[in-house]
C-alpha cells in the first residue's frame, strides 16, 4: 500500500506562479524523495531529503520535511509550461535494503 | 546519475502469450527493482531483483506470473506471463543504491489485446 499521500491530487496554476505540492506519510523514514513524471513516461529523480534535515533546494525547487507531523512540501517557483506533469512524493523506510514506496501522485499543469 | 535503458518501449501483445522486458544499468547501481504503473494510477513495486537468486516479491506478485531474472548486477529481465487485459500498465526497471535516489527506465508500455 502507498505510504505517501500527497495534496492536492490536481492543481493547475499560471505560468510564473509557485506551485506547493505537500506529502504526508505514515511511518519512520530513512529519507523522502520527489520524482517527477511526464506522460506515462520514465520518472525523474528531482530531490531527495534525509530525515535528519529540514530544508533543501535545488534550483527553483525547495523541499520541506517535517518528521514530527510526517509531511513534507515541494515548492516549485517561477514555474513554467515545462513543469507540466505528475509529480510523486516517496519514502524509503529506515530498515537495511528498505523499498521506496510512492505515493498517488500530484497532476501539476501550468498554463502559458 | 546512472543510466537505466529499457527496452521494448511499448508492445502490443495478444492474450496468452507472454512478453519479456530487458533492462541494463550502468556499473553505478547495486540495486534493481520492477514496477507497475496501471493507467493513471502511482507505481507499485513488483519485485526486487537479486542478483544470482531469485527475485523478491511483493504482496500480490507470484514469480509463475512474472518471472524475473538478474544473471548480473547490471541487466534483468522481467516476463509478463499468460498475459491478459489486465496486464495492460507501464512496466518500469529501477536502480539505485541502499538509501539513495531511485533512476527509472523509459518504460515498457503494454498494451494487451
Known amino acids: 500500500s502507498q505510504q505517501g499521500e500527497e495534496d492536492p491530487q490536481a492543481l493547475s496554476i499560471q505560468e510564473g506562479e509557485n506551485a506547493t505540492m505537500n506529502c504526508s506519510y505514515k511511518?519512520?523514514?530513512?529519507?523522502l524523495q520527489w520524482y517527477r513524471q511526464n506522460s506515462g513516461r520514465g520518472l525523474v529523480h528531482l530531490i531527495l531529503?534525509?530525515?535528519?534535515?529540514r530544508e533543501k533546494h535545488s534550483g527553483r525547487l525547495r523541499v520541506t520535511l517535517d518528521t514530527s507531523k510526517k509531511s513534507s512540501s515541494l515548492l516549485i517557483t517561477a514555474s513554467r509550461a515545462a513543469d507540466t506533469a505528475s509529480y510523486f512524493c516517496?519514502?524509503?523506510?529506515?530498515?537495511?535494503?528498505?523499498?521506496?514506496?510512492f505515493g498517488k501522485g500530484i497532476t501539476l499543469s501550468v498554463r502559458p | 546519475s546512472a543510466v537505466i535503458s529499457q527496452k521494448p518501449s511499448r508492445d502490443i501483445c495478444q492474450r496468452g502469450t507472454s512478453l519479456t522486458i530487458q533492462c541494463q544499468v550502468d556499473?553505478?547501481?547495486?540495486?534493481m527493482f520492477w514496477y507497475r504503473q496501471q493507467p493513471g494510477q502511482s507505481l507499485t513495486l513488483i519485485a526486487t531483483?537479486?542478483?544470482?537468486?531469485?527475485?523478491?516479491?511483493e504482496s500480490g506478485f507470484v514469480i509463475d506470473k512474472f518471472p524475473i531474472s538478474r544473471p548480473n548486477l547490471t541487466f534483468s529481465t522481467l516476463t509478463v506471463s499468460n498475459m491478459s487485459p489486465e496486464d495492460s500498465s507501464i512496466y518500469l526497471c529501477?536502480?539505485?543504491?541502499?538509501?539513495?535516489?531511485?533512476?527509472f527506465g523509459q518504460g515498457t508500455r503494454l498494451t494487451v489485446v
Open positions: 531529503i534525509r530525515s535528519n534535515e
Open positions: 531483483a537479486n542478483q544470482g537468486s531469485e527475485a523478491t516479491y
Open positions: 556499473s553505478q547501481v547495486t540495486m
Open positions: 516517496a519514502t524509503r523506510g529506515t530498515g537495511a535494503n528498505s523499498k521506496l514506496t
Open positions: 511511518t519512520s523514514i530513512n529519507n
Open positions: 529501477s536502480g539505485g543504491r541502499e538509501n539513495t535516489e531511485a533512476f
